[in-house]
T-cell receptor, first 115, second 115 residues
Framework: DVKVTQSSRYLVKRTGEKVFLECVQDMDHENMFWYRQDPGLGLRLIYFSYDVKMKEKGDIPEGYSVSREKKERFSLILESASTNQTSMYLC??????????????FGPGTRLTVL | AQSVAQPEDQVNVAEGNPLTVKCTYSVSGNPYLFWYVQYPNRGLQFLLKYITGDNLVKGSYGFEAEFNKSQTSFHLKKPSALVSDSALYFCAVRDRGSGTYKYIFGTGTRLKVLA
């Protein structure tokens, strides 16, 4: 069974703090993704990575950065948290290839509240 | 540009009745199409996908979806709804000719099955 884990289920931070969200997958997948989920807006892609140290911006990268130093781990960083970054954050991974046909496997999500 | 539309925010259906959750898409090339389900406080789980071949795709938990190229639709169906099917459903698309790893998700449809 593919497993994608996220470091926290719930997180409360203060405005201006630097926040790290960690994601680990155990299936040797090349591709990893960070989404945020907001009511009425669905899932929006923040960043994705197709290999170690490789990353590409998604649709809403502003205010975020990412790090992928090891294949199994993909970190999302909020450099200076703001209240409009309060959201559910979902990590996903998918197996090899650029064909795009591969299923994405999602972690349980981190509900972040920024006060 | 790729896009996905789920025109209904919520669908209510009585237990035992057939259900349909609608999805239409727009891509410049040929699509890969996916349905995911999200139960409360959980990450997304894969239900089914269309890659090529038979337009009727069967997936987990008795769900199926029909790819209709002329109507650019990929509606999710189940012949007999269960209360346990109540959840948030997301349609996703990827343009197989886009050359990127981006998947576009719809805004989600909340399915409520009434006992």
């Amino acid at each position: 069974d593919v497993k994608v884990t996220q470091s926290s289920r719930y997180l409360v931070k203060r405005t201006g703090e630097k926040v790290f969200l960690e994601c680990v997958q155990d299936m040797d997948h090349e591709n990893m993704f960070w989404y945020r989920q907001d009511p009425g807006l669905g899932l929006r892609l923040i960043y994705f990575s197709y290999d170690v140290k490789m990353k590409e911006k998604g649709d809403i990268p502003e205010g975020y950065s990412v790090s992928r130093e090891k294949k199994e781990r993909f970190s999302l960083i909020l450099e200076s948290a703001s209240t409009n970054q309060t959201s559910m954050y979902l990590c996903a991974s998918s197996p090899t290839g650029t064909s795009g046909k591969d299923t994405q496997y999602f972690g349980p999500g981190t509900r972040l509240t920024v006060l | 540009a790729q896009s996905v539309a789920q025109p209904e925010d919520q669908v209510n259906v009585a237990e035992g009745n057939p259900l349909t959750v609608k999805c239409t898409y727009s891509v410049s090339g040929n699509p890969y199409l996916f349905w995911y389900v999200q139960y409360p406080n959980r990450g997304l789980q894969f239900l089914l996908k269309y890659i090529t071949g038979d337009n009727l795709v069967k997936g987990s938990y008795g769900f199926e979806a029909e790819f209709n190229k002329s109507q650019t639709s990929f509606h999710l169906k189940k012949p007999s709804a269960l209360v346990s099917d109540s959840a948030l459903y997301f349609c996703a698309v990827r343009d197989r000719g886009s050359g990127t790893y981006k998947y576009i998700f719809g805004t989600g449809t909340r399915l409520k099955v009434l006992a």
